[in-house]
């Protein structure tokens, strides 16, 4: 699986939107890139995923670059429960046996109140 | 909720002695995967299952060692346990069609 890179660390005003980047230069033509976040201590919970074009979900949305290179998450607008570790994964997903997630550093986002 | 149930929550135990954590996966999924989390540690894959038969193996130690039962949940087995064992252990399940894998609570595990 390709390797990620992300910023260790972010903070973002309550309300206002949280926008994460990843960087996956490597990515090859059938990763998806995935996002999940783990709130202190708890399972990571999956957010988002995506291919080429971009995503949007009830919790966030994932903006792909053209060239797949690095996309970004967007919380659109973050509250205090969003403070999290953030991971971006990129992960090859075929039918019948899927492959493990392999899980970096990750993003501390902190909301700010 | 993710549907992913793991017991215990909590568990204590002394150097040297044997535990047995288990996993009940989403209904419907045929994937079960290990991960390890120590104090500020990442997530390190362990090991999956899929429809009962060990699908990959990652950093798992031959301390440890897991199964998959015909009603597809998973117990991994810990023994002749460390200091260094004492962690969070997380199970995740996914289904037969390459879906995102969603994760357990997990269980604490402290060893003394």
């Known amino acids: 699986d390709a390797k990620t890179t992300q910023p260790p660390s972010m903070d973002c005003a309550e309300g206002r939107a949280a926008n994460l980047p990843c960087n996956h230069s490597t990515i090859s033509g059938n990763e998806y890139v995935y996002w999940y976040r783990q709130i202190h201590s708890q399972g990571p919970q999956y957010i988002i995923h995506g291919l080429k074009n971009n995503e949007t979900n009830e919790m966030a949305s994932l903006i792909i670059t053209e060239d797949r290179k690095s996309s970004t998450l967007i919380l659109p607008h973050a509250t205090l429960r969003d403070t999290a570790v953030y991971y971006c994964?990129?992960?090859?997903?075929?039918?019948?046996?899927?492959?493990?997630?392999?899980f970096g550093s990750g993003t501390q986002l902190t909301v700010l109140p | 909720d993710s549907g992913v149930t793991q017991t215990p929550k909590h568990l204590i135990t002394a150097t040297g002695q044997r535990v047995t954590l288990r996993c009940s996966p989403r209904s419907g999924d045929l994937s079960v995967y290990w991960y390890q989390q120590s104090l500020d540690q990442g997530l390190q894959f362990l090991i999956q299952y899929y429809n009962g038969e060990e699908r990959a193996k990652g950093n798992i130690l031959e301390r440890f060692s897991a199964q998959q039962f015909p009603d597809l949940h998973s117990e991994l087995n810990l023994s002749s346990l460390e200091l260094g064992d004492s962690a969070l252990y997380f199970c995740a399940s996914s289904d037969r069609f390459g879906s995102p894998l969603h994760f357990g609570n997990g269980t604490r595990l402290t060893v003394t």
């Open positions: 994964i990129v992960r090859v997903a075929l039918p019948g046996s899927a492959r493990q997630l392999t």
